[in-house]
């Protein structure tokens, strides 16, 4: 049995028919709006249920609620805000109950009704949600460069923003549907932002081994300088699952969801989108999340224990590493040998030799996803 929405119901702030095509024509002689690549895949992703229970970019209460406690007024878990930024001379004039046509790249895709704009601490907002001010952190250097307003209120999609991947996104609505048919009643969702290497893998199928399913769904989107493109990311993935997954054993969707480098909070936000697409737990990463020294190597695992009420089942499993004497992927509980016979595997270290053209050795990275990644002539950002 998939997982039920996160709040209980999945948002859908889609139209079809006549319905939509009045709509568009309604927002040709609406106040504009023009938001960014993030912000307009948040409006799609609010639209299609992939951030239920939101219909729309938060208000006041429940922004600082977010900030403060990590949950809606309502009490319902939730760790990142939502939220719309816009510049106050861009807002002059509008009131509550005002409808705005939200724009990107000059392309009308969704209408708001605003219910509230109000200032907010960037400060505040950035220590509450980063545990830091510090600008070598990329989500503080993201929050500093927001405008200084928020607009809150539902939203209504008029049109999905540009998908390069169209093909290989799935919605929530086609995901649930989808593990229904297999009749996946455990299904173990899997996020990462970087192309696979083979701790990656060994912690999928580690999962799959007691579980119906897997849900492959890596995140696309603004992402630090350094992280794989998101093309790279795709191919990747394909070049892995094709090779050494049996078909029927995944279900591969990209996400287009900013990452915002948050650690714990993000490791829950994370969960509670996966729960929305219908997984019952979510690998969850030692550092999940995570980025230079910000976070504990555990605190992602730690966060999970204050919300007993999420409705997914984390999994925490171990750091993978290469023993040269068990010649295989193992980890720490299963591996009897010392730390001297222990390769460990370091994300940073590829990324470095994949961009001087070089090949990770086999036991750190499949030959076929090293191909994917070095056709790329500039794989990073």
Known sequence: MVSRP???????????????????????????????????????????????????????????????????????????????????????????????????????????????????????????????????????????????????????????????????????????????????????????RNAPHTGHEYIMKAALTFADGLFVNPLLGWKKK????DDVIVSAYKALLDKYFPKESYVFSILRMEMNYAGPREAIHHAIVRKNYGATHMIVGRDH?????????????KAFEEFPDLGIIPLFIREAFYCKKCKAMVNEKICPHREEDRIRISGTKIRKMLAKGERPPEYLMRPEVVDAILSFEKPFF
């Open 289 to 301: 999340a995570g980025v230079g020294d910000f976070y504990g190597p555990y605190d992602a695992w």
């Open 6 to 192: 996160h709040g209980g119901r999945l948002v859908d702030r889609t139209r079809v028919g006549s319905s939509l095509e009045r709509l568009r024509e309604e927002s040709n002689f609406m106040e504009k709006l023009e938001v960014n690549e993030g912000r307009a895949f948040d409006v799609a992703n609010i639209a299609h249920g992939v951030y239920s229970p939101l219909e729309g970019f938060m208000n006041r209460n429940d922004y600082e609620s977010v900030l403060n406690s990590m949950r809606l007024e309502d009490d319902t878990p939730w760790t990142i805000p939502i939220v719309l930024d816009a510049e106050e001379k861009h807002l002059k004039g509008l009131r509550e109950g005002d409808e705005v046509a939200l724009s990107y790249k000059g392309k009308n895709i969704a209408i708001l009704r605003i219910n509230e704009i109000f200032s907010w601490d960037k400060k505040k907002h950035a220590y509450s949600i980063y545990k830091t001010t510090s600008s070598k952190h990329p989500g503080v250097l993201k929050v500093m460069g927001m405008k200084e307003m928020m607009i809150s209120g539902p939203i209504t999609l008029l049109e999905d923003p540009p998908e390069k991947f169209e093909r290989q996104r799935l919605w929530p609505k086609d995901t649930r549907v989808l593990f229904e048919h297999l009749k996946w009643g455990n299904v173990v969702a899997f996020q990462t």
């Open 226 to 229: 350094g992280d794989f493109r």
